[in-house]
């Protein structure tokens, strides 16, 4: 049986949480870089690891260290617990270039003209509103943002909520659970209930 709807379905879930496609974040990085490695780097590590602006400011270059054959993080949550986090090559390559050899003090200590001066909140969300705004997107631009388009990101390209939840250090799913804008996707539970019946009827319950 298929149903066919020519009408309009509004959806009142779309607006809930604002997020940026790909080809926003592309034009955000290509202006990120433009504003120095600093800015780089802080707008890489929060759209493409969904760090917390307060987990980025505090990250000190002692916990980035190689495992294996990765460069990781070690991101220090809400309630005080450690979490390391992998850094995909490129964002690996920049971050070991702002380091510079340091092996301790925050990573975004390090302005453009070498010397020390560490970013307050108030600076880094400046920076990042500054930064949206020579990309041309729409609205203020706040690492909350950024951290929300990588969820909403990752969970539009099917990965799995548990490990959404982990790159995000959600305590409870059900937070995680809500940049999901998916959830109430007819074909996807449709999906969820065909596979359902296929196995019913492998198993001759149907």
Not at 135 to 140: D, I, N, Q, T, W
Not at 163 to 182: E, F, K
Not at 188 to 205: H, I, N, P, S
């Amino acid at each position: 049986f298929k149903l066919d709807l020519t009408f309009p379905v509004a959806d009142p879930e779309a607006a809930k949480f604002a997020a940026f496609g790909p080809a926003d974040v592309e034009r955000l990085m290509v202006a990120a870089e433009a504003a120095g490695p600093r800015t780089h780097v802080a707008i890489g590590l929060l759209v493409k690891t969904a760090i917390r602006a307060n987990e980025l400011l505090t990250l000190d270059c002692s916990a980035i260290r190689v495992r294996g054959t990765k460069l990781t993080v070690t991101v220090k949550r809400k309630g005080g617990d450690n979490d390391v986090q992998p850094l995909t090559n490129r964002l690996a390559h920049d971050v070991d270039a702002l380091r510079d050899g340091r092996t301790s003090g925050p990573l975004l200590a390090r302005d453009a003209s070498g010397e020390d001066a560490p970013w307050t909140y108030s600076q880094l969300h400046t920076a990042v509103a500054r930064v949206g705004r020579a990309a041309g997107l729409p609205g203020r631009i706040t690492p909350h943002v950024l951290r929300v388009t990588w969820a909403t990101t990752a969970l539009g390209a099917g990965v799995s909520l548990d490990r959404v939840q982990d790159v995000m250090g959600h305590a409870n799913p059900a937070t995680t659970r809500l940049y999901d804008r998916g959830r109430d996707d007819l074909d996807r539970k449709l999906e969820a209930m065909d596979k359902v019946e296929a196995a019913f009827m492998k198993g001759g319950t149907a």
